[in-house]
């Protein structure tokens, strides 16, 4: 079966550093997979490369076996910080859309409506960013990543900057989300404990170059359950892969 995200860097280089080499991964359809490993290996970088902000590596990105050059509505991207327009209302920002505010119409704000009603903000559409929490602040970029339907949502440490129960919410709204809109997903994440939450697989990647050096399969029931007894040994897995590529 073809994959529905094929991705395959043989190089990516800022000035004199190299920062990837020869990265393969490839995502099913409906799979949701996190990337974990040290700051500075990379993986940012490799989001950025598949959402189409950064160019200038050697390699190729296929979406349903299409290969892509620059920005798509196929992918949505939330990062770490909400990145929300200060002058916009919720519902403007949920609709802004390639480096442009949407026409005000009637499916846009049907569709706006129904996205802040998934994210539990139903009523905030009129809202500044000023007034909002740092989790509902999130829930709009969750919902702008997703506005335009798209085949393939990333995420680059989404819930970092939030409390620990506030996280744990997002997480478990996140899988919601993917399962609901029939989405993959591919998230960066510091959190072990929050990859094998939410994940199918866990990519572990080394730095000096990055590459992919592990995947480790989740094998936990749906919807997750943080008690699952299998959790810790599968925790402790990734733990273990991570030190095996970060050992001094």
Known sequence: MTALLDVRIHRKQFDDRLILQQVQLQLRAGEVVTVVGASGCGKSTLLRIIAGLERDQDGEVRLHGKALDGLTRDIGFVFQEPRLFPWL????????????????????????ADLLHEVGLAGLGTALPKQLSGGQAQRVAIARGLFNRPKLLLLDEPFSAVDAFTRMKLQDLLLRLAHQHGITVLMVTHDIDEAVHVSDRVLVMEADPGTVRAALAIDLPRPRDRDHPGVPALAAQVRQALHAVHAF
């Open 89 to 112: 209302d919720v519902a403007h920002n949920v609709a802004f859309d390639m480096g442009r505010d949407a026409a005000r119409h009637a499916p846009v704000d049907a569709r706006v």
